[in-house]
């Protein structure tokens, strides 16, 4: 009987200390395979919220969902330049960051970035460059300029992002100009540029997610692709090499933001901590293949990890890159330029 009661006694302490699970969901929208899976899970499990899950392809059609009303968000994963741009049309709400602890384990240099100069209206989540992705079996000698995606010997040889800024940018940059120009001549001379591209029978396609397993499956010498495809796709084929030109190109931030008018604010901050959690950080790296931007991750890579260039850019790299910045006030210029290139 004394040991019934003792049972008794411990399972009604146990209740009483156990913390009470949340009730609710929040509904994320987020890149495709951006994310690990498993984490989904363990969020649910620790937490007691359920996840509903959106994806979405660019920058540019997640921000039309919303700007149009359409969807019922709680937490958005744009990258840095939307993200100016979201916060100034009042579109995000501001976070509390007392109910996001672990962002204080961020990476100095991505606490207070360009984009959101006080970190009040997002949290970093991956971060990474833009490059060329070449074939060495298929491609004479290292390359290290992005003259080759542009040379008409290269017939149906180059994947091109499909994205405005990706592409324009690139353009942009090989022809000395800065990725985030509003001048007009500058602009004119990138687009005559990818039309030339296009014209002369270089650009086998523009693609985004698919493009790394294209690559490896040798469908095409070189390909405009985001570090993180790059990181995969060398990890599938010895063949492949990952390189930011010596022209310079972008350097960017996918971010965690609350849309404005959100339902489940508090429930979208616990989800928002979470990823930030070091653990769950290093699940997610390992998943993606981008870089982390939780310091504790860095500190715990391996040799080979912290030597990994495309994973761990070094500063030289860094420094002939740029942010994209928020262009919203030109963007029907960019808009119809992007048009004339793809028609």
Not at 130 to 138: D, E, I, P, S
Request: with cysteine; net charge negative.
């Amino acid at each position: 009987m004394k040991k019934l009661v003792a049972v008794l006694v411990m399972l009604v302490t146990l209740s009483i200390s156990a913390p009470a699970l949340a009730q609710g969901s929040i509904t994320v929208f987020n890149w495709y395979d951006y994310i690990d899976e498993s984490v989904i899970s363990m969020f649910e499990q620790e937490t007691g919220i359920t996840v509903k899950y959106a994806n979405f392809t660019t920058n540019e059609e997640m921000y039309a969902k919303l700007s149009s009303g359409a969807g019922d968000y709680d937490v958005i994963f744009p990258s840095d330049y939307i993200i100016e741009r979201m916060a100034k049309e009042g579109m995000l709400e501001k976070l509390d960051m007392d109910k996001i602890p672990n962002a204080t384990g961020l990476v100095d240099w991505l606490k207070k970035p360009a984009y959101d100069p006080d970190g009040a209206y997002s949290v970093p989540y991956m971060w990474g460059t833009v490059g060329l992705l070449y074939n060495t079996t298929m491609m004479p000698g290292a390359i290290d300029s992005w003259a080759p995606i542009f040379d008409p010997a290269n017939q149906k040889s180059v994947f091109m992002l499909d994205s405005i800024r990706d592409s324009l940018g690139v353009a942009l940059k090989y022809l000395g100009y800065s990725m985030n120009t509003k001048d007009q001549p500058a602009l004119d001379a990138a687009k005559a540029l990818l039309i030339k591209q296009k014209s002369d029978g270089i650009v086998k396609g523009y693609l985004v997610d698919e493009v790394k397993d294209k690559m490896v499956a040798g469908e095409a010498p070189m390909a405009v692709v985001w570090s993180g495809d790059a990181l995969y796709a060398m990890s599938q084929s010895e063949d492949l090499q990952y390189v930011v030109p010596k022209e310079g190109s972008n350097v960017w931030v996918d971010g965690m933001c609350i849309p404005k008018g959100s339902k489940n604010k508090e429930l979208a901050e616990q989800f928002i901590n979470f990823l930030c959690r070091p653990d769950i950080a290093k699940m997610n790296m390992e998943y993606i293949y981008y870089s982390t931007p939780i310091q504790a991750v860095v500190d715990g890579m391996t040799d080979d990890e912290k030597n990994n260039q495309t994973l761990n850019p070094p500063q030289d790299v860094i420094d002939r890159c740029e942010f994209f910045h928020d262009i919203s006030s030109d963007m029907a210029k960019y808009d119809q330029i992007w048009t004339e290139i793809r028609g």
